[in-house]
C-alpha cells in the first residue's frame, strides 16, 4: 500500500538512501531539509530512478518549530496526511566535553532532540486520525555505549531511544509503532567532516574500519533496508526496539 513518508534530512547521507529506498517501497516520500537545493536534486534523482514515484523536497530547520510546521502544511497540502515519520537529521562536531560550552550544548540538543521530540508532536495525531502509523528515529551507537568526544550528542541519541520506547508504549494502541535505528560509522558528509581531512582522517577512518568486525564502514544503503523493513506491514508487530546496523561494531543483549 502506498503512503505518505517524511523523512528529515534527506537530502544527503542516510536520509537520502532512506528516501529512495521508502519510494521503492511504492511511497510518496517528502524530503524535509535545510537545504534546499540539495534537497529537490535528490528528490529528482530518485524520482527518476524509481519510475512513477513522487519524491518532493520541502525546505525546514528541523530545529526551528515554526519553520517545521509551515514545511508540514506544505507536505500535507500536496500530499495528505503523513503516516510514516523518519527523523533522520542529526549533527554533531567531536570536541572533547570541557572544550565544548553552552552554546553548542543548545545547538546540539536542538537538531537532535528538541527539533525531532517538535515535529513527531506534530506529526503522530495525523497517523493517529488514520489508524496507521510508524516512526523511525535513527539514533546512533553512540546513544547505547557512548562516543568520546560527543558527550552531549550521546545524551540526544540516548534521549531519541528512550523517547521512541515511551512512544511505543503510548501510541500502540493506535496502531502505530515506534523504533530506533542505530548507525554505526556510515560513509556520509557528517562522518567525513568530524573525521577531517588529511592523514589524521585517513588514520582514524582506517581505525574504525579495523575495529568493525566486517571490515569495512556502514554505507547510506546498509541502513535503508532496515528502516524500509520497521515501516512496512511486515514489522506490524515490532516497536520499541533499539537496533543497530553497524557491521557488528556494537552489539547488544
Ligand atoms: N554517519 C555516521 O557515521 C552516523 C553514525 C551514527 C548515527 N548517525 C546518524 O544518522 C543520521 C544521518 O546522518 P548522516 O551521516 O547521513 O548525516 P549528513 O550530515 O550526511 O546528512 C544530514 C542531512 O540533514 C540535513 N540537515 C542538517 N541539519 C538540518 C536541520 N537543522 N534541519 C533540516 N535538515 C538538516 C543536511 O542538510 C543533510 O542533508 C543522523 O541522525 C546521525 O546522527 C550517523
Not at 101 to 129: C, E, Q, S, Y
Not at 156 to 173: D, H, N, Q
Request: hydrophobic content about 45%; proline content about 3%; overall charge negative.
Amino acid at each position: 500500500m502506498s503512503r505518505l513518508a517524511i523523512v528529515t534530512g534527506g537530502a544527503g547521507g542516510i536520509g537520502a538512501a532512506i528516501a529512495a529506498e521508502l519510494a521503492a517501497h511504492g511511497h510518496t516520500v517528502a524530503i524535509l531539509d535545510i537545504n534546499k537545493e540539495a534537497a529537490e536534486a535528490t528528490a529528482e534523482t530518485i524520482s527518476d530512478e524509481v519510475a512513477r514515484r513522487a519524491v518532493f523536497a520541502v525546505e525546514a530547520d528541523i530545529a526551528d518549530d515554526a519553520s517545521c510546521a509551515a514545511a508540514l502544511e506544505k507536505v500535507t497540502a500536496q500530499a495528505g496526511p503523513a503516516s510514516i515519520l523518519v527523523n533522520n537529521v542529526g549533527w554533531d562536531r567531536i570536541i572533547g566535553f570541557l572544550e565544548t560550552d553552552a552554546d553548542f550544548w543548545d545547538k546540539v540538543i536542538a537538531i537532535n532532540l528538541r527539533g525531532p521530540i517538535g515535529l513527531t508532536h506534530k506529526v503522530i495525531p495525523m497517523m493517529v486520525a488514520g489508524k496507521w502509523g510508524r516512526i523511525i528515529n535513527i539514533a546512533s551507537d553512540a546513544g547505547r555505549v557512548g562516543s568520546s568526544g560527543e558527550a552531549v550528542y550521546s545524551a540526544c541519541k540516548a534521549g531519541m531511544i528512550g523517547f521512541s520506547k515511551t512512544l511505543a508504549r503510548e501510541f500502540a494502541r493506535a496502531n502505530i509503532t515506534c523504533n530506533a535505528v542505530c548507525p554505526g560509522p556510515t560513509d556520509t558528509p557528517l562522518l567525513n567532516n568530524q573525521l577531517g581531512e588529511g592523514e589524521a582522517g585517513q588514520k582514524i577512518y582506517d581505525a574504525l574500519k579495523r575495529a568493525i568486525p566486517m571490515k569495512r564502514l556502514g554505507q547510506p544503503e546498509d541502513l535503508a533496508g532496515m528502516v524500509g523493513f520497521l515501516a512496512s506491514d511486515k514489522a506490524s508487530f515490532i516497536t520499541g526496539q533499539t537496533i543497530s546496523v553497524s557491521g557488528g561494531l556494537t552489539m547488544n543483549g
